[in-house]
C-alpha cells in the first residue's frame, strides 16, 4: 500500500478520486430506480451533463456535482466540509490543549481490476497533460500535427477519419473533443497524436503513479496520539 507521508493528490489520484464519485453517484441513482432522464430533469441539467457527472468529468462545474449529490440526498457530507465543523480549535480551549490528536480517517483508493478501466484512465491523464503543456507551447502542438500529417501518408484508411478528426482539433483547439467520456473521445484518445509530445519524464511519472494507484494509495497521515498507537481509521473507497 503506498502511503506518503503528505499525501499529495496526483493527477491520476485526482482523476480516480472523480472517476470513484462519478460512479458513486450513478449507482445511488440507480439504486433509488430514478432513471437518468428524471434525475437531470430534477437536478435541472441536460442528459449530457448527467452523463459527465456519472462519468466523473473534470470539467464539469463543482455546483452541478453538488446539486446532483443534493437530489441524491447525500449533500451533507460536503456541508460539514463548508461549515465550522473542521475548522481548527480556538487557541487556548479544551480541544486545542488536548494532547491526544483526533483521529485521521485513512481513505484506501485504488482503480479498476478492469484492465481497460485501468488503461483509460492511464491514457485520459496523459491527454490532459499533454493538453495543458501544449496550450502553454505551440511549438508542441506543431510536433503533433506533423505526426498526424506523417501517420495520414502512410494511407491506413482504418484510422484515417480520427487521424483527420485530430487535424482539425488540432488546428481550432478543441480538446474536449478527446478529453470526454464519451466513446467516440476514446476512439480518438486510442488514435492520438498528443501524448508523442510528452516529455518522457512526464510520461513516466505518470505510468508511476497509475502502477501505485493499482496497488492502493492511502489519503490520510497516521496520526500518533499520546499513547503512541497509530490513531487512523481506515475506510475504503
Known amino acids: 500500500m503506498s502511503e506518503p507521508a503528505d499525501n499529495p493528490l496526483t493527477p491520476v489520484l485526482d482523476r480516480q478520486l472523480l472517476l470513484q464519485l462519478g460512479d458513486r453517484l450513478k449507482r445511488l441513482r440507480q439504486a433509488r430506480g430514478v432513471s437518468a432522464v428524471d434525475m437531470a430533469a430534477k437536478v435541472g441539467v441536460t442528459r449530457n451533463t448527467l452523463r459527465a457527472v456519472e462519468s ?11 446539486r446532483v449529490m443534493s437530489v441524491l440526498g447525500v449533500s451533507g457530507e460536503l456541508a460539514l466540509l463548508a461549515g465550522d465543523a473542521l475548522q481548527p480549535a480556538p487557541v487556548g480551549s479544551a480541544a486545542a490543549r488536548s ?3 483526533a483521529p485521521v480517517i485513512r481513505v484506501h483508493v485504488s482503480a479498476a481490476d478492469a484492465k481497460h478501466q485501468l488503461q483509460d484512465l492511464q491514457s485520459q491523464v496523459l491527454h490532459e497533460e499533454a493538453v495543458r503543456l501544449a496550450k502553454a507551447d505551440p511549438a508542441l502542438v506543431e510536433r503533433a500535427e506533423a505526426t498526424v500529417q506523417r501517420w495520414l501518408s502512410t494511407g491506413d484508411h482504418r484510422s484515417a477519419s480520427l487521424w483527420r478528426e485530430w487535424q482539425r482539433i488540432l488546428r481550432t483547439g478543441s480538446w474536449r473533443k478527446a478529453l470526454g467520456p464519451t466513446r467516440h473521445a476514446q476512439q480518438l484518445r486510442q488514435t492520438s497524436p498528443l501524448v508523442t509530445v510528452l516529455p518522457a519524464e512526464v510520461r513516466q ?23 503512541g498507537r497509530d490513531d487512523a481509521r481506515e475506510d475504503d473507497s
Open 56 to 66: 466523473g468529468d473534470p470539467a464539469t462545474s463543482i455546483g452541478t456535482y453538488v
Open 99 to 101: 494532547r491526544r490528536a
Open 205 to 227: 511519472d505518470i505510468l508511476r503513479q497509475v502502477s501505485e494507484l493499482k496497488a492502493g494509495v492511502a489519503l490520510g497521515a497516521p496520526s500518533v496520539g499520546a499513547d
